[in-house]
């Protein structure tokens, strides 16, 4: 059975969907509630994004434990050892693989995240 659950917001994706066990959430970047970026830079951003992901785990019955791999795009390199701080904050023991990539974003924001996690029901 396959489960989607949605964001908040308009975009036409799911946040979160769940195929078995498996549960695949949408990259998310660090905006606010009405799409904007949020302000600060990498560090503000990497925190709103994790949280949203968090958020969308979460609705789906899964939480940081869970998570079995993270893909994070970042938009400049120089930004990867804040990110990386902030992203330890979240994922404390035992965190998932992980691939962390520079590459341009198709907004103009810093960090995109995405995670799969592992939860039988």
């Given at each position: 059975m396959i489960e989607h659950f949605l964001p908040e917001d308009d975009y036409p994706i799911s946040g979160a969907v769940r195929a078995g066990a498996f549960v695949f959430v949408s990259g998310e970047a660090g905006t606010d509630n009405d799409g904007n970026v949020v302000a600060g830079g990498i560090e503000p951003e990497t925190h709103r994004?994790?949280?949203?992901?968090?958020?969308?785990?979460?609705?789906?019955?899964?939480?940081?434990?869970?998570?079995?791999?993270?893909?994070?795009?970042?938009?400049?390199?120089?930004?990867?050892?804040?990110?990386?701080?902030?992203?330890?904050?979240?994922?404390?023991?035992?965190?998932?693989a992980r691939t962390t990539v520079a590459s341009s974003l198709v907004i103009d924001a810093k960090i995109e995240i995405e995670a799969i996690a592992y939860k039988p029901r």
């Open positions: 994004a994790i949280q949203k992901l968090l958020k969308a785990l979460k609705a789906a019955g899964c939480d940081a434990r869970h998570v079995v791999k993270v893909t994070a795009w970042l938009s400049d390199p120089d930004d990867f050892q804040q990110f990386n701080k902030i992203y330890a904050e979240y994922f404390t023991s035992a965190p998932p």
